[in-house]
Each structure stands twice: as structure tokens, then as C-alpha cells.
């Protein structure tokens, strides 16, 4: 009985420590970056994906370390492959541009497709114009107004503007709609 009030009362207590990953946000917060990199680097190395994606920013970010997009690159995907939507996104980008590795919108379409199913919506607004342009797809524009709407929805406002000139201006093919791009305004 004894020891099951003790698990009991160890589950309900709070801990005065909130934990490493915990700790390292604290740290990065406060501009400690080598401290953050120091708490978070044993949970990435042990498939914390969150700390796999922490330590990408700061490598790609150059903070507390060297930039280095090819370390960017290696926990990005990490974590990525963990279905982190932030880590997704980022992972998108490196390829979109083509840093810490080949250049590739087709690699980076993929990324965004992933995070878009996770209602990213930075992953949504670019993946609307890289189906708008036809960059590293075939060319749908119903599908970047699908993509754009749904960033919009959830506040982007990058989308929103998008759509309203879409509308505005007739761009990619959609017919001028003045009530629709005053709907996006």
C-alpha cells in the first residue's frame, strides 16, 4: 500500500525541474545557446524530436555554433522523418534553397506536402506557389487557391494579400473577382 501511495503522490507532485528540453528553452530564451545546445544535444541523440529540431535551428541559425547547414540539414531531418511539422517546413526550405545540400523543389515540395497535412501554414502559402508556378510539379492552380485559402484561414496573411491580388488581377489564369478579392482583404 505504501508504495502505491508513493507512485501515487510521485505522479501528482510537481518536479521542481522541468526537464532538459525544458531547461534548454529557458536557456535559449535568455541568449545561452551553447547551454541550450549542451541540454538538448543527448535527448536529440536519443530521438527527442523536438531537441533534433531545436539543434537545427541553432545550426541553422549559427547560434552558440558555426552556421552549418549541413548539421541544419542532418536534425532537421531527424526530426522531420518524426513527422515534426516545424522541422518539416524548415527541411523544405534548405532544399528550396539550397543550402547544406542539392538545391531541389522537388524535395522541397515534399516537405511542405507533409507539413501542409499538419495544417502548417507557412508550408501551405509555399507550397500554393510552387503549385501556382509549376516548381517542381505540374502547374495546378486549383490546387495553389486550395493551398492559400487554407493558410489564409488559419491567419497568414502573406495568403490572404496573395489571394486578394489573385482575384484582383486575374493572375494564373483565375477569372477577376472583385467580391472575392475583397472577401480575402
Keep these: 500500500m505504501r ?3 508513493l507512485a501515487f503522490l510521485l505522479l501528482i507532485t510537481p518536479f521542481a525541474s522541468a526537464g532538459p528540453l525544458d531547461d534548454g528553452v529557458a536557456a535559449f530564451n535568455a541568449g545561452d545557446y551553447t547551454r541550450a545546445m549542451a541540454l538538448w544535444r543527448p535527448l536529440a541523440e536519443s ?38 511539422g516545424d522541422a518539416q ?13 542539392y538545391r531541389s523543389d522537388r524535395d522541397a515540395l515534399l516537405w511542405w506536402q507533409l507539413a501542409a497535412a499538419q495544417d502548417h501554414a507557412d508550408a501551405r502559402f509555399n507550397l500554393g506557389v510552387m ?18 485559402e487554407a493558410a489564409a ?3 497568414h496573411a502573406r495568403a490572404r494579400d ?5 482575384y484582383e488581377e486575374g493572375l494564373f489564369g483565375v477569372r477577376r473577382n472583385s467580391a472575392k478579392a475583397a472577401e480575402w482583404r
Aim: charged share 15%.
Design 162 to 166: 496573395t489571394l486578394a491580388r489573385v
Design 3 to 5: 508504495l502505491r501511495l
Design 131 to 148: 503549385y501556382a508556378y509549376g516548381m517542381g510539379c505540374a502547374q495546378d492552380t486549383d490546387a495553389a487557391l486550395v493551398q492559400w
Design 153 to 155: 484561414r488559419s491567419g
Design 89 to 101: 517546413y524548415n527541411l523544405g526550405l534548405l532544399y528550396a534553397q539550397g543550402r547544406g545540400t
Design 47 to 84: 530521438g527527442d524530436a523536438d531537441s533534433q529540431y531545436n539543434l537545427g535551428l541553432l545550426h541553422a541559425g549559427g547560434l552558440g555554433v558555426a552556421r552549418d547547414d549541413r548539421a541544419a540539414l542532418h536534425w532537421f531531418t531527424q526530426a522531420a522523418r518524426q513527422n515534426h
